[in-house]
């Protein structure tokens, strides 16, 4: 792996306005006419092309689609930066960026007290920085040709008894009254849950443990706690394995629904569908966890809120890294690639539903994670 040179290590504090030339149209250098921003332009340019190196993640394939995008607009202006993400799921990628094997991880849950721990030993001494950079709702997805509802409305009790073999048939009296007006089937219910161990699911299995009114008697888990059942591994196994069977229903990242439906989650006196909207509202009105620190943004969603317009099913997935690296070349690349992530230009680029739909972080947040960002160092 090449390292930069001096002139790279200071050129990190141009990373913010790096981040700002990467727009949905490029990193063209604008034509202003302006002197000031011709000499930034220019400036970030150089920045930009004294990175060079490898920059290998991997994790959890929710945030795949909006990775891929990240991945193709930080290249137009760092083309010396090789930056590479591998899907396999949030438990994976936790246990590779460990391990030492990638530089960075894509988890849709937190890491564990353990993790945290065992991360100072790979970050040379210092800690993992956790960074909720993509924000989305988790779809309840479902195959039923033939019903003509926007949406199918069900309260956390009604999908936790569906996913735990209570509710068999979709005209069953309970799904009948929380949507009175649509005519249900009289088919077989297929639930479909990942096989692989995933963040998604432990985000899903938290909200039914949490708001099914004790229907649902399992912890939150990667792992789905249920055996004998059907299943698909990954995101997109599982959508393919919904799509497959009439009759199926499951969970995913809402942007991979596709034309499947989705159900309305019951919320206070109101069911309320899935939307970028609805999800960074449920974000920004949840407290941080107990042990978040200035490093580790990790958010402690209120599965159980009962304010209009959120959308309590909803997934964060979390950019790790190291605040210490031991290469130079791998600690100026990873803080410009995740300062272009959390930028505006960044975000809004993951939210356009043909890129992955996702909801933007808020200014706020924004000015947390580049502090997170920022302190990463090299080991002395």
Same mark, same amino acid.
């Given at each position: 792996?090449?390292? @930069?040179?001096n002139?790279?290590?200071?050129? =990190? *504090?141009?990373? %913010?306005?790096? !981040?700002a030339?990467? /727009?949905?149209?490029? #990193?063209?250098?604008?034509?202003?006419g302006?002197t000031?921003?011709?000499?930034?332009d220019?400036?970030?340019?150089?920045?930009a092309?004294?990175l060079s190196?490898?920059?290998?993640g991997?994790g959890?394939?929710s @945030?795949?689609?909006?990775?891929?995008?990240w =991945? *193709?607009k930080? %290249?137009?202006? !760092?083309?010396?930066v /090789?930056v590479?993400? #591998?899907g396999?799921g949030?438990?994976?990628?936790?246990?590779?960026?460990?391990?030492?094997?990638?530089?960075?991880?894509?988890?849709?849950?937190?890491?564990?007290?353990?993790?945290?721990?065992?991360a100072?030993?790979r970050?040379?001494?210092?800690?993992?920085?956790e960074?909720?950079?993509?924000?989305s709702?988790?779809?309840v997805?479902?195959n039923?040709?033939?019903?003509?509802?926007a949406?199918?409305?069900?309260s956390a009790?009604?999908?936790?008894?569906?996913?735990s073999g209570?509710?068999?048939?979709?005209?069953d009296?309970?799904?009948a009254?929380?949507?009175e007006?649509?005519?249900?089937?009289?088919l077989?219910i297929?639930?479909v849950?990942?096989s692989?161990a995933?963040?998604t699911?432990?985000?899903f299995?938290?909200?039914?443990?949490?708001?099914?009114?004790?229907?649902?008697?399992?912890?939150?888990?990667d792992?789905?706690?249920?055996?004998?059942?059907?299943s698909?591994?990954?995101?997109?196994?599982?959508i393919?394995?919904?799509t497959?069977?009439?009759?199926?229903?499951g969970?995913?990242?809402?942007?991979?629904?596709?034309?499947?439906?989705t159900?309305a989650?019951k919320?206070?006196?109101?069911?309320?569908p899935?939307?970028?909207?609805?999800?960074?509202?449920v974000?920004?009105a949840?407290?941080r966890?107990?042990?978040?620190?200035?490093k580790?943004l990790?958010?402690?969603?209120?599965?159980?809120?009962t304010?209009?317009?959120t959308y309590?099913?909803?997934?964060?997935?979390y950019?790790?890294a190291?605040?210490t690296y031991?290469d130079?070349a791998d600690?100026?690349n990873?803080k410009?690639?995740?300062?272009?992530?959390?930028?505006?230009?960044?975000?809004?680029?993951?939210?356009?539903?043909?890129?992955a739909?996702?909801?933007?972080?808020?200014?706020?947040?924004?000015t947390?994670v580049q502090?997170?960002?920022?302190?990463?160092?090299?080991?002395?």
């Open positions: 792996m090449k390292r @930069v040179n002139r790279s290590l200071a050129s =990190i *504090a141009l990373v %913010g306005a790096l !981040a030339t990467l /727009t949905a149209c490029g #990193a063209d250098a604008t034509t202003s302006k000031t921003d011709a000499g930034k220019a400036a970030t340019t150089e920045a092309a004294d190196g490898n920059l290998a991997a959890a394939t @945030v795949e689609k909006a990775m891929g995008g =991945i *193709a930080f %290249g137009e202006t !760092a083309p010396d /090789t590479s993400y #591998a396999g949030s438990s994976a990628g936790r246990e590779q960026f460990l391990a030492g094997g990638i530089l960075f991880a894509g988890s849709d849950s937190a890491l564990k007290p353990e993790e945290v721990t065992s100072v030993d970050c040379f001494g210092g800690e993992a920085i960074l909720p950079l993509y924000i709702p988790i779809a997805v479902y039923l040709p033939g019903v003509d509802a949406n199918i409305n069900m009790s009604t999908i936790a008894k569906i996913f209570q509710i068999t048939n979709w005209n009296a309970a799904l009254a929380e949507n007006g649509t005519t249900l089937p009289d077989a297929i639930p849950n990942r692989d995933s963040g699911t432990k985000n299995t938290d909200y039914l443990a949490k708001a099914s009114d004790g229907v649902w008697t399992h912890e939150a888990s792992d789905w706690p249920i055996s004998g059942t059907q698909g591994n990954g995101t997109s196994g599982l393919d394995t919904v497959g069977a009439e009759g199926a229903i969970y995913a990242d809402a942007s991979r629904a596709g034309d499947l439906g159900v989650l919320v206070g006196d109101a069911y309320v899935f939307s970028t909207e609805a999800a960074a509202k974000v920004d949840s407290p966890a107990d042990d978040a620190t200035d580790r990790v958010v402690k969603i209120d599965r159980t809120t304010e209009a317009g309590p099913l909803v997934l964060v997935s950019s790790i190291c605040s031991d130079a600690a100026a990873i410009a690639f995740l300062s272009y992530i959390a930028s505006p230009e960044g975000q809004e680029l993951a939210s356009d539903a043909k890129v739909g996702s909801a933007p972080i808020s200014d706020a947040l924004r947390e502090a997170a960002i920022d302190s990463i160092t090299v080991k002395s």
